[in-house]
Every structure is written in C-alpha cells, then in structure tokens.
C-alpha cells in the first residue's frame, strides 16, 4: 500500500506579451493512495486539490491574432480525480 501527498509552490513569476506583468505565486496539492500485488497497481489519485486557477503565462505568441489591449492568460489544469490501473510485463 502506498500513500503520498504533495504540495509544489512556484512563486511571482515575471512575464512578456506586449507589456511585462507579474503573474501571482500560486501553491497546488496532489495526493495518490495505491495498493498493489506483484504485477499490477490500482490507484485512487488526485491533482490540484483546491482547485487553483493560477496564471502560467501570458506569452501566447502561438494565437495569430493579437492586440495589446487584450492580455490573453494561460492557467493549469483544473482538479482532477481518477483510478489508475497499471500492471508490468
């Protein structure tokens, strides 16, 4: 049986798209309880916790239409909670 939680902090983040802005700090907490027999692993898991919408980034140079009165934020992925199943051979 195994068990883990997690919490990665990433802290002011200083970013460019037509003018610099600071992105905010931002905390997300992730867990995963396993049991699990020779050859295959069943697990319960979870990402992002509290639900953090947190700005990543706001260089989106990838959009072919963009102004400098639009500021366009890139977030993480929203909570998320699944069964994996994962087996060797």
């Known amino acids: 049986m195994t068990f883990r939680v997690s919490e990665s902090y990433v802290g002011p983040v200083y970013d460019t798209a037509f003018f610099q802005e600071t992105l905010g700090s931002y905390g997300l907490m992730d867990f995963r309880m396993g049991?699990?027999?020779e050859v295959w692993t069943a697990s319960l898991f979870g990402t992002n916790l509290?639900?953090?919408?947190?700005?990543?980034?706001?260089?989106?140079?990838?959009?072919?239409?963009?102004?400098?009165?639009?500021?366009?934020?890139?977030?993480?992925?929203?909570?998320?909670?699944?069964?994996?199943?994962?087996?060797?051979?």
């Open 35 to 37: 049991v699990g027999k």
């Open 50 to 89: 509290t639900n953090k919408h947190a700005g990543l980034t706001i260089d989106n140079t990838v959009f072919a239409w963009q102004q400098p009165t639009i500021t366009r934020v890139s977030t993480n992925q929203p909570r998320t909670i699944g069964i994996a199943f994962e087996t060797k051979f």
